[in-house]
């Protein structure tokens, strides 16, 4: 017995070495691929695809993580290897910048498919693996504090390469996002090296946890979970309408600088640094659930906050109430799963809950880059009214779903403006942190 709780406190040690690697290269990948994408001459339309896409295909590919798990012998060999392969990608990604070839962007987006597809398989295997490691009860502050190092190191990794770019603006661009991507590689080759240091639980297979996708989602009616799952589906869709156009509307409509936009990624980083570890408490005390109603009902309002001033000072700001809002969300989100679904059930349901997401954000991408070109400007700009959109679109999932689905553990009972207030810091719910 002290033997296995000894591999598990090891394990946990590894996956926060993986986390601040993954961290690395995430500041690299999710904050610069449109970017790259913008330098080697994409369109609109193109920076949907390049997010909706990926996000399709690595859903899709979660149908068969069940089956991949047990053909490659385990969750933790999965891991190593979709990992592996993932930074052999990204490091392909960064030759592209050198290449003279009039389908750089049609590479790149095949590139960063792969790479997500490999990241979508990990998916469920991972959640699966650290919910076996923690107990319920403590997921939230954990989650919260691996959260918090995880955003720190994320921090450092997008301030170091917006500066790196910024280096590069006399000499050229295309050297800048090779050297970033060469070491967000490394990054994720490193990340391959601890997960391959933790330790893998038990897991018994359950003839009773393979369940068809239809199956799952004929249970609708009477599915407490599944209708959370088209709750934060609908939430994602319609974010989605917008959320990959803020970089287009940065750097081509405002003609921000790498400086600028780095600086502005940053303040919704910190943010959410910050407010990760209030969240995790508050989960802990009142339940996933009502963090997740708040969190998303200021996510909701995020667009229309950037109708008022596009003056760099303001739009810190904006980006700062987003990295908050977000966090909340994004952790309760992942912490409901692990609540509400039992261990042998959860490699599965986690691959389904992502296949449902992934084509929300599809069909959201791919909507909101149809749209894009065809809006009528609005104070000056065409983008501006699909951010009203989805806007609009946000607070309708919010007003008609958000109270679909109940907690599933003992929490205490609490109105949304007393926790709105607890975590600000006017009337505290719950004391300071006991390290």
């Not at 609005?378 to 501006?384: A, E, I, P, V």
């Not at 946000?394 to 607890?422: D, K, M, N, T």
């Amino acid at each position: 017995m002290h033997r296995k709780k000894t591999n598990v406190r090891r394990s946990l040690r590894s996956s926060v070495k993986d986390g601040i690697f993954a961290a690395m290269m995430a500041g690299v990948t999710d904050f610069y691929a449109t970017p790259l994408a913008l330098f080697l001459g994409a369109t609109v339309q193109q920076v949907g695809l390049i997010a909706a896409l990926p996000n399709l295909l690595s859903s899709l590919s979660q149908f068969h993580a069940v089956r991949v798990i047990y053909w490659v012998g385990g969750r933790l060999k999965l891991l190593v290897r979709l990992v592996f392969s993932q930074a052999s990608l990204i490091l392909a990604v960064a030759i592209l910048p050198w290449l003279e070839m009039s389908n750089r962007v049609e590479l790149l987006l095949i590139l960063l498919i792969l790479a997500a597809v490999c990241g979508g398989l990990a998916g469920p295997a991972w959640g699966s693996l650290m919910s076996d490691y923690i107990p319920a009860s403590k997921r939230g502050r954990y989650f919260g504090w691996r959260n918090r190092i995880v955003g720190a190191v994320t921090v450092g990794s997008v301030i170091s390469s917006g500066l790196l770019l910024h280096g590069f603006q006399e000499l050229s661009y295309g050297t800048g996002f090779s050297i970033l991507f060469c070491l967000a590689a490394l990054a994720r080759y490193m990340s391959a090296h601890f997960i391959n240091q933790m330790g893998e639980p038990p897991h018994r297979r359950d003839p009773a946890s393979d369940f068809t996708f239809l199956r799952f989602i004929a249970r609708f009616r009477e599915s407490n979970f599944l209708k959370f799952v088209v709750f934060a589906a609908c939430l994602n869709f319609a974010s989605y309408l917008a959320a990959p156009f803020f970089v287009v509307f940065m750097l081509r409509d405002l003609q921000f600088s790498y400086l600028t936009y780095m600086a502005l990624q940053v303040c919704a980083t910190l943010a959410s640094f910050v407010a990760l570890p209030l969240w995790g408490r508050h989960a802990d005390l009142v339940g996933n659930v009502r963090v997740l109603r708040l969190s998303a009902f200021l996510a909701a309002l995020i667009p229309i906050l950037w109708f008022f001033s596009h003056h760099p000072v303001y739009l810190m700001l904006v980006q700062m109430w987003s990295g908050f809002a977000w966090s909340g969300v994004t952790l309760c989100t992942g912490n409901f799963i692990y609540d509400a679904v039992t261990p042998q059930k959860r490699v599965r349901c986690i691959a389904y809950f992502n296949v449902i997401n992934g084509i929300a954000l599809f069909l959201g991408s791919s909507l909101g880059g149809s749209l894009a070109s065809r809006m009528p400007p609005l104070f000056g700009y065409r983008l501006l009214g699909l951010f009203a959109i989805s806007c609009f679109c946000r607070l309708s999932v919010y007003l008609w779903l958000s109270r679909s689905f109940r907690e599933v553990r003992p929490a205490h009972e609490v109105s949304i403006q007393e926790l709105f207030f607890s975590v600000v810091g006017i009337r505290p719910l719950v004391g300071p942190p006991q390290d």
